[in-house]
Nanobody, 128 residues
């Protein structure tokens, strides 16, 4: 049974930082993984934030977080991180991690339907 468990969300003032973690379990090792972070604000759709390829560590970011957020992964821990700096009130959302376990949908990595498994989400609230 595949599980993705996020943690690290919370309440922070504008300009502050948070680091989100996502631990994956129940997967057979496959270096082709693509792992992504999405977010969903109240009343809005699920928005792509960032993605990383498991083997090469190639990263992708949406424009609004480029230069502020950094995605990374630790092989041995089956964990992907999202370091969020210079947070803004508009970053407030529930953040989800997701995985494409085959890497077959890399070209569509900005789309939610490219990912097969999802975590339960972690709330990030940025106050002004």
């Amino acid at each position: 049974q595949v599980q993705l468990v996020e943690s690290g969300g919370g309440l922070v003032q504008a300009g502050g930082s948070l680091r989100l973690s996502c631990v994956a379990s129940g997967l057979s090792f496959n270096s082709a993984y693509v792992m992504g972070w999405f977010r969903q604000a109240p009343g809005k759709g699920r928005e792509f934030v960032s993605a990383i390829t498991w083997s090469a560590g190639t990263t992708t970011y949406t424009d609004s977080v480029t230069g502020r957020f950094t995605i990374s992964r630790v092989y041995a821990k089956n964990t992907v991180y999202l370091q969020m700096n210079s947070l803004k009130p508009e970053d407030t959302a529930v953040y989800y991690c997701a995985i494409d376990p085959t890497g077959a949908y890399y070209a569509r990595r900005r789309q939610p339907d490219a990912y097969r498994y999802w975590g339960q989400g972690t709330q990030v609230t940025v106050s002004s």
